[in-house]
């Protein structure tokens, strides 16, 4: 049982530090638009600073996805390993993972506009970056 809340504690550190850098990510890619006119290193520092977060996040979304499914499959490899998964209630599991799914997207949408502005492209505005 220790085990479990070891690796749910883990989980829920990796998901919370995976989700700082999906709503940060947006707000580097607004300074970086508002930053096209100003000298090229503040632009140079903020693209570093996109592309080091966008990288800390993969890592993070990739340790909590494999610590979820520990959590959700550990009962058919750990003895006494609780289940999160109860037969006719998993309801709130498929929607969860559906929102995971679209920011997940979201995510990479925004990794690649860090990608495209390292690569000298334009980027949306920054009032369209903000909606």
Excluded: C
């Amino acid at each position: 049982m220790q085990a479990y809340f070891w690796v749910k504690t883990l989980h829920i550190v990796m998901m919370t530090a995976w989700m700082a850098a999906v709503f940060y990510l947006p707000r580097i890619l607004v300074n970086i638009a508002e930053a096209a006119g100003q000298a090229a290193q503040v632009g140079e520092r903020l693209q570093l600073m996109g592309r080091r977060l966008y990288r800390f996040g993969h890592v993070m979304f990739g340790l909590a996805f494999v610590l979820g499914l520990v959590l959700w499959l550990g009962y058919h490899v750990i003895a006494d390993f609780p289940t999160m998964v109860v037969s006719g209630a998993a309801g709130w599991l498929h929607a969860k993972l559906g929102l995971v799914a679209l920011l997940l997207v979201y995510y990479i949408v925004t990794g690649r506009w860090v990608k495209a502005a390292a690569a000298g492209r334009a980027l949306p505005s920054s009032r369209a970056l903000r909606w």
